[in-house]
């Protein structure tokens, strides 16, 4: 049997639930549950609950959620539909069409308000959910969409402090997923742990075995404002530019963000709307300068890159309309990729699970869709405003510490390294096995990488049609 230096695939098992008994465990636990994107807790006495969700939402789910809330002491839990708020029904997407999250960027033009993008439904959202709270002020926690908390917070105006925290139990296989149960203080623990090395960072270099490389130096105080805006409960940003963005800053916004001179390319097959044939995006000084393969997907980035050409974002250095502007790691560290909904999704971007799991990268190009005068430009200039993706699975993520030739591994091919660390694991233990805590449910298939095949055949030009057949054949995706 051939032995690969990456870990072989395995996905969870979970049962669909057939009463409400099946959800009320799992239900109880994530009301009280205060870190982390799905967060709700904790609820107290006296709360009125709102949750913004999908037309799929299951009822068992949904029912065991409502109790566990009053059980906490909440006197209302409403689940609401966008199209309530909307009027328009929620289409259904599959995974099958990655190409189309660069189609959803291009849509932002027609929508006519970029910063209110919702990532679960694709609709415009935001406005219509601003006026239902003006209404019905009597709402005091609201859950809504599938990432983008700061951005959720503004766009809510005076509300935005009722907003809590995302939605992702619309679907019962996502709701079920041991990471939104995951013990708050093994969690934190393992973010401190990366924060912690930021601020000695003198460069960072990202590789992986589909082909990203990835390099760029670092300042002495580019490197410490990096490591006080990284910092985002579940999700990390680690990257100086999106860290230091007005959306994610924590620094005062007057500071320009940090332009890192990053050179190198990024390689990948899949985003958060689903897969594609394999890309690389090669960057020059930060920016897009050239795309090769990708599909549809390839060819629409670079149609975009061609027609934006003399954008010019406010702060950003030189023309164009492609950064590297977003470079996110997740640290739920059972996440997984379900398949009960991959090809009939009412997710906007019904791929987006997989990059909650620690160790996946996400890394975005395009711009920061947060900062005020970027929405300005945007609207008087017509532009699409936002950033998408390419999901790295297997990424060795380093940083060089300042002052030495030692490089320190965050993440060591896909492995969140401060899983490994004894404080970490010492904590873990008092919550059970660390071992069996601190590893991952699910990993992804690559051939030739983690497991019997070649990358190059049968993966990279088609990588639904392998997944599929991994999928008919019963073997985990």
Same mark, same amino acid.
């Given at each position: ?74 006197v209302e839990v409403r689940f609401i539909y966008p199209e309530e708020l909307t009027g328009k029904k929620v289409e259904t997407r599959s995974v099958e069409e990655g190409w189309k999250e660069a189609v959803m960027l291009q849509e932002g033009i027609a929508s006519g308000s970029p910063e ?218 059972? +996440?997984?990729?379900?398949?009960? $909904?991959?090809?009939? *999704?009412?997710?906007?971007? !019904?791929? =987006?699970?997989?990059? #909650? ?71 873990? +233990?008092?919550?059970?096995?660390? $071992?069996?805590?601190? *590893?991952?449910?699910?990993? !992804?298939? =690559?051939?030739?990488? #983690? ?27």
């Open positions: 049997m051939t032995v690969y230096n990456y870990q072989y695939p395995r996905a969870p098992k979970y049962a669909k639930p057939t009463k409400i008994e099946d959800c009320l465990p799992q239900a109880r636990l994530m009301v009280k549950k205060e870190h982390g994107r799905t967060a709700m807790g904790p609820i107290t006495e006296g709360d009125r609950v709102l949750i913004v969700t999908l037309p799929d939402q299951d009822e068992l789910v949904a029912a065991a959620v409502a109790q566990a809330c009053e059980e906490a002491g909440a209110t993008a919702d990532l679960a439904s694709g609709q415009n959202v935001a406005r219509y959910l601003y006026e239902f709270l003006d209404a019905h002020q009597e709402y005091t926690r609201v859950f809504w969409d599938l990432g983008a908390r700061g951005q959720k917070r503004s766009v809510l105006k005076e509300y935005g402090e009722k907003f809590k925290g995302n939605w992702l139990g619309n679907n019962w296989e996502e709701f079920s997923s041991r990471a939104w149960t995951y013990p708050d203080e093994v969690t934190v623990a393992i973010e401190e742990k990366i924060i912690a090395v930021l601020g000695e960072a003198s460069a960072v270099r990202i590789t992986d075995p589909e082909g990203t490389f990835l390099e760029y130096p670092l300042s002495a105080e580019e490197a410490k404002r990096w490591q006080m805006s990284a910092p985002c409960p579940g999700h990390l940003f680690l990257d100086p530019l999106q860290a230091t963005s007005e959306e994610c800053s924590r620094v005062p916004v007057a500071i320009p963000p940090v332009f890192r001179d990053l050179n190198g390319v990024l390689a990948g097959t899949s985003n958060h709307r689903g897969f594609f044939p394999r890309m690389e995006l090669v960057f020059e000084h930060g920016r897009l300068v050239e795309v090769r393969g990708g599909g549809k997907y390839g060819e629409i980035i670079e149609d975009m890159m061609e027609k934006y050409a003399d954008v010019h974002w406010p702060e950003y250095p030189e023309k164009g309309y492609f950064w590297y502007c977003d470079c996110a790691l997740c640290t739920m560290v059972k +996440s997984f990729r379900r398949t009960s $909904d991959l090809f009939d *999704s009412h997710w906007g971007f !019904p791929n =987006l699970g997989e990059r #909650n799991r620690a160790g996946v990268f996400h890394m975005g190009i395009g711009s920061r869709r947060g900062a005020s005068n970027h929405l300005a430009y945007a609207r008087d200039n017509g532009l699409p405003l936002g950033h998408i993706h390419v999901h790295n699975y297997f990424a060795t993520f380093e940083i060089e510490l300042r002052g030495t030739n030692s490089w320190y591994k965050i993440v060591d091919k896909g492995w969140l390294t401060a899983m490994s660390d004894p404080e970490v694991r010492a904590m873990a +233990s008092r919550y059970g096995d660390p $071992d069996e805590l601190l *590893s991952y449910d699910w990993v !992804p298939p =690559l051939p030739g990488i #983690n497991c019997d095949g070649d990358y190059w055949k049968d993966y990279a030009p088609d990588p639904m049609a392998y997944l599929n057949r991994r999928l008919q054949e019963g073997e985990p995706i």
